[in-house]
């Protein structure tokens, strides 16, 4: 049974933590939202014994931000993310300062789509380029409304931007146009250890096109770092791998290099997916497993690559990261994922040679809310982000935060 500890009497390492969130508060910068008068719901510091025995404290480092979507690290240590409706800014987790660097020109905000993933070029800061997709077009909306209506005229595109002096400066853009709707625009961003950009794409409530070679919605694309098709792609084009709903994770194994997905199901299924080069992933013929009799004969056909981990009923899988250190008792060789719906993180353990799942634990659930990313730190601390100001969730005074995991 895990316990949740209220914060009790203060050690001298939690009083640290409360002075520094402390100077947190003051120190953040013009822009991002102060923390509002009165305690927020919920507490600060926290210690927690998950089902299988670790014991994390747990910290919120910042508050007052508003639906942050994906969460990348700078190779100066500082972390680095963007808010859905274009805003960019850097954290230091020393200090909990958080800098805002400028804003992606042209985002639209509306449901699920606005400005999603960010990627840093792999010789950042000598090349000084940050990569974005967002969404944008479809005027009339509204940020966070709900469901569809001026769903053609929204787009989706891929841009970068040089970060100069502190700031964010230009926009180049790489990939224009791609179709968009108010909802699955999923768009995430990593670098591969090939050095190319791996980014997937939604279907853009368009199921069909998950299906067709000739439309980048639903795919996992490979580009190269100025945004070309990557040498080497299966069809000749940018599509990496096809059959894919609304992708809003991906992340590289550290060892061995297999690319990971989190990917949203209809209502069925969500999917955790090891990305094979130019294979098919089912979708809309398949969700989930090869288990109804409808999808039996499509995933033989087309030689459908099955999840290696499935959530039942589906549960919002979003970012992911993979845990890799010692840090945390039983966590190395962990899949970590973000769950909206579900408002929990779920910890996968996979088997020695990473290629399935052995075992599940969902943590969390229900006590921050939508949570949206997680990402492992080099010192083996894990952050996690709310997104409970997206228009689906109950926010409380402190939304959206990063809250920070370490062993206690
Ligand atoms: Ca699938
Ligand atoms: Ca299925």
Redesign the pocket.
């Known amino acids: 049974m895990r316990t949740l500890q209220p914060f009790g009497f203060p050690t001298l390492a939690a009083w640290a933590t409360l002075v520094v969130i402390a100077q947190m508060t003051a120190a953040e910068a013009p822009g991002q939202g102060r923390r509002g008068r009165g305690a927020p719901a919920a507490p600060e510091t926290t210690t927690v014994t998950t089902p299988s025995g670790a014991r994390l404290r747990v910290e919120t480092v910042v508050d007052s931000l508003n639906t942050v979507w994906d969460m990348k690290w700078a190779p100066d240590g500082e972390l680095w993310f963007t808010e859905r409706s274009g805003r960019v800014s850097r954290l230091d987790v020393a200090t909990g300062k958080v800098t805002r660097v400028g804003a992606v020109p042209g985002v639209t905000q509306r449901s699920e789509s606005g400005l999603m993933g960010l990627a840093f070029h792999p010789d950042f800061p000598r090349e000084p380029w940050i990569y974005f997709v967002h969404s944008f077009g479809g005027a009339g909306g509204r940020a966070g409304a709900r469901g569809g209506g001026a769903r053609a005229a929204i787009r989706n595109r891929l841009v970068r931007m040089r970060y100069e002096e502190g700031k964010l400066a230009g926009v180049e853009t790489l990939i224009d146009s791609i179709p968009g709707a108010s909802n699955h625009d999923g768009a995430a961003l990593v670098i591969g250890p090939d050095r190319m950009l791996y980014m997937s794409m939604g279907d853009a409530t368009r199921r069909e096109l998950a299906q067709d070679s000739s439309s980048l919605n639903g795919k996992v694309l490979r580009l190269t770092l100025d945004g070309r098709s990557a040498p080497g792609n299966p069809f000749g084009n940018a599509i990496w791998s096809w059959g894919h709903r609304n992708s809003q994770g991906l992340a590289f194994h550290p060892t061995t290099g297999a690319l990971f997905s989190s990917e949203h199901g209809e209502d ?2 969500d999917e955790v997916n090891r990305i094979d080069r130019g294979r098919n992933y089912g979708w809309p013929a ?7 009799a409808e ?1 039996e004969e499509f995933c033989r056909t087309a030689i459908v690559v099955q999840p290696v981990w499935v959530a039942a009923p589906t549960v919002g899988l979003s970012g992911l990261d993979i845990y890799e250190s010692e840090t945390i008792p039983g966590w190395k060789g962990s899949l970590l994922l973000a769950s909206l719906a579900g408002r929990s993180l779920y910890r996968l353990t996979l088997s020695g040679d990473k290629r399935t799942v052995t075992s599940s634990e969902r943590l969390f659930e229900g006590e921050f809310g939508r949570l949206r990313d997680v990402l492992v730190a080099s010192d083996g601390s894990v952050y996690i982000a709310t997104s409970n100001r997206d228009g689906r969730g109950r926010p409380v005074r402190a939304d959206d935060r990063i809250i920070r995991l370490r062993r206690f």
Do not use: I, S
């Open positions: 069925a299924e398949v969700e989930g497993m090869c288990n109804q999808e």
